[in-house]
């Protein structure tokens, strides 16, 4: 049998590495030039289709359509016809409003009626539309100048075949509510009327459009409802889950107690004996843990019998060579780690030492952090049909693209042969990056040769997750006799899976706040090692590195008599970029206007009652600049309440105010939930918190207030699902502070007593 490995899927970091911008050097790998700008048009029914390639190598070429077509080539944006205007949304929809936020990019350049517009998602071809996948808070950043070109290309056809018709100049048509306008006679069309036209015009180039500027959007920066609200609500079957097949079968599948364990037995046959099972059988795995870890798959009538059938299993393991990870161990290492410095240095600017040793105030703080899972609603999920050396599978993924080579791989098929139909996902937070759940599915659909939908139990997701990892920071920090930050040294503890380079999430850099900041800097690490599978969690790294962090300025605010709110703007010093040139870099200016918003709509500084404290805390990421104020009351027994959290955000131009609210709020909200109560706990390898019953979920009525306010500026736009999230654990914290006197070292802060 196949032991998996425990070292980190290269494809997967790469993917990571990408969606979180570290090896975005400019905003430049958004922008299309000539050579990377493909039109795809015809005349189709009487309409008109466009497209535009985002990367790689086109499998269509520009062409003449048949006038009398019924149907259209895949791989377009935008369709026009039949009285209708269609246009695709390419990325995989999570909650995070894509669906609707990516084709009003289209609509809004093609000056086309909402009310007009129909949205549906796109097929899954990598070749037309580049990389579709849904993480780092890339979907809006990375589709922004050519998705607006798709549409400011069709309305360019549609004024010369307006024009042409008319016989006028096409710098004197107007468009407007799909309809192309020539005010000087007084004539108009519909964009329903001019489609076949249109499909006839030259094809612009792409040095010719003029993109909107924000003071013209008509669209842009409204609040619309999201596309599938309706059908959400009334229940119809968007997601994975929901899926059916006729002659499906269901599937459950049982893997070891801890990763690596692979099963040696199992009472096979009686399993097989069971009301409503039709098969049982061990997959030995491929080697892979993102893929096909070894396990025993049950296939039955219904989900009910296969779960069922779940429980009475009695599998024989073999962990001689699984997983021993021990979160209690670890963090008796790490204490011990703490007294010193990291034997890795990543970032030494100046003397920390003698500002340490000249600093009027000195403090050392230990932070740190547990392991917690994505504990997305919806349990993993796919539907599967392998038969005839092919393969469809149905799936709820962050990254269809890339579970179609992983499925081909798993199954040993060209993946030409395998085909990914998207479903919207009850949720992701990065947990759907990894694509083992499709590969488990057609593993199973393959051996069985008939359609299969697997189901994970909750249990399932808690004790098979990829998570984000625990840490430990070892701060330092000095306050000069002026009241300035002086000095700062940070030892992060984190874990390897390789003993070569932290787990996805662990990395903190030189450029992270408060890095080149600070004139006397140190960054020291030490790598744990660590077998269990990590992945990305919603802004991974991030997440956690703002608590440590924000945290402790706090601190040395307080212990040097300072007022946060200067002792934060003092930090970020003179507006200027971190990276000059470097959109995807901190930007000292951006961020102070945010901290002073949020301030400024908290009413910072203002009187509170006893036991009742405001909290401030900045952080950047996915370039994001956020800042966020909490008001927290501590009663006795460290009883807490969050009664309103402030949020400023600057991630450039606003594309629809809705959801980006809903982002923003959700982040807010996730984060309360995340810090309260919730951690992931290993002993033996295996996970000590497998259902909600010790993972607690925020309540409704634990809720604060969200008041959400946005800097629009004119920077390119940056993504939404991630960057609210960071600011919100120190902000509680510190309000905590403000609060009550005590000081928030550990996440979750239940650790430390405080309860909801």
Known sequence: MSRPGFNPDPGLLELVEYA??????????????????????????????????????????????????????????????????????PNPEVGQGVKTSLPMLVAEELDAAWTDVRVEQSPIDAERYGRQFAGGSRSIPDRWEGLRQAGASARAMLIAAAAKRWGVPAPECETAESRVTHPASGRSASYFELAAEAARQPLPSPDSLRLKGRGEYRLLGRRLTGVDNRALVTGERLFGIDQTLPEMAHAAYQKGPATGAVPRGANLEEIKRLPGVLDAFVLEGNGNVSEL??????????????????????????????????????????????????????ADRGDVAAALDAAETRLEAFYQYHFVSHAQLEPQNCTAWVRGGEADLWAPTQTPGRGLKSVAKTLGLNPSRVRVHQTRAGAGFGRRLVNDFMCETAAISARVDRPVKLTWTREDDMSHDFYRAGGFHALQGGVDPNGRLSAWRDHIITFSHDGKRPVVGGHLSAKDFPGGLVSN?????????????????????????????????DELAAAAGRDPLDFLLEVLGEPRWFEPGNFWSLNTGRAAEVVRLAAREAGWGRSLPEGRGLGLAFWFSHAGHFAEVAEVSVSAGRKLRVHRVTVAGDVGPIVNRSGAENQVEGSVIDGLSTMFGQKVTHEAGRVEQPNFHRYPLLRMPQAPEVDVHFIESDYPPSGLGEPALPPLAPAVANAIFAASGLRVRTLPISEEGFTL
């Open 521 to 553: 800097h140190r960054l020291t690490r030490t790598l744990l090692p660590w077998h269990t599978p990590c992945g990305a969690w919603r802004a991974p790294g991030s997440n956690v590195f703002a608590f440590a962090v924000q945290s402790f300025l």
């Open 293 to 346: 870890m070894p396990g025993v798959a049950i296939v039955a009538r219904d989900t009910w019998s296969a779960f069922r059938a779940k429980a009475a299993l009695e599998i024989d393991w073999d962990e001689s060579g699984a997983a021993r990870d021990s979160w209690a161990d670890a963090s008796a290492r790490a204490a011990e780690l703490a007294r010193s410095e990291g034997g890795e240095t990543l």
């Open 20 to 89: 979180q911008g570290a090896r975005a050097n400019s905003f430049a790998l958004a922008r299309l030039d000539r050579r990377r700008f493909l039109q795809l048009t015809g005349a189709v029914g009487g309409g008109l289709m466009l497209g535009l390639q985002l990367g790689g190598r086109s499998a269509l070429a520009s062409q003449a359509a048949d006038a009398d077509a019924d149907s259209f080539e895949p791989g377009v944006y935008l369709k026009i016809a039949g009285g209708e205007i269609v246009i695709y949304a």
